[in-house]
């Protein structure tokens, strides 16, 4: 069977990462989420399971002990990881994987997984940012204050991913994400495809 793809798919806080994987999740077939654990509080609207594994801090401790994430990272005083088993045996059963992970989780995955693929996604402008972060309502000013503040750092590591998208537009920034994945799945080798290529060479 062949090997999925990882996605490694990374952004600032606010450029909308969340909401254009989530269309990527619904509009294509055999592409998952990988769901990180955290330390963090479950926000309103969120699932256990479902948008995060929620653990306690000795729990998430006691795995990095057992070398259990792929990447791990603390982000405004909350730990998060990725489970290393759940996306070997998701890409060894021929599924793509997206990662939603900051640059440093990315810097850390990609050394891993050479063959992953890398997008950095873009708001159109610094205040673009702040207002969606606002709009969210989710955060008092001061955090989106540091969350803007530590956005400029993050979008300066852009250069390390394969692709860039600009999410100005919601439906053109889906469409470019879409364009990507569809295209790593025509590259050679190509998945899938190992019988029809020997019957037409045969």
Known sequence: MAQGTLFIISAPSGAGKTSLVAEILARMDNIQASIS????????????????????????????GDN?????????????????QWVRETLAQGGDVILEIDW????????????????????????ALRERLN???????????QRVAAAKEEMSHYVEADYLVINDDFDTARQQLESIIKAQ??????????????????
């Open 135 to 145: 709009g969210r309502g989710q955060d008092d000013a001061e955090v989106i204050d």
């Open 104 to 127: 440093q989780g990315a810097a850390q995955v990609r050394q891993k997984f050479p063959d992953s693929q890398s997008i950095f996604i873009l708001p159109p402008s610094k205040q």
């Open 68 to 84: 259990a994430f792929l990447e791990h990272a603390q982000v405004f005083g909350n730990f998060y990881g990725t489970s290393e």
């Open 185 to 202: 799945r025509c590259k050679i080798p190509v998945q899938g495809q190992e019988k029809l290529l020997l019957d037409l060479l045969s």
């Open 37 to 64: 654990h955290t330390t963090r509080a479950c926000r309103p609207g969120e699932t256990d399971g479902i948008n995060y594994h929620f653990v306690s801090q000795q729990h998430f401790l006691a795995m990095i």
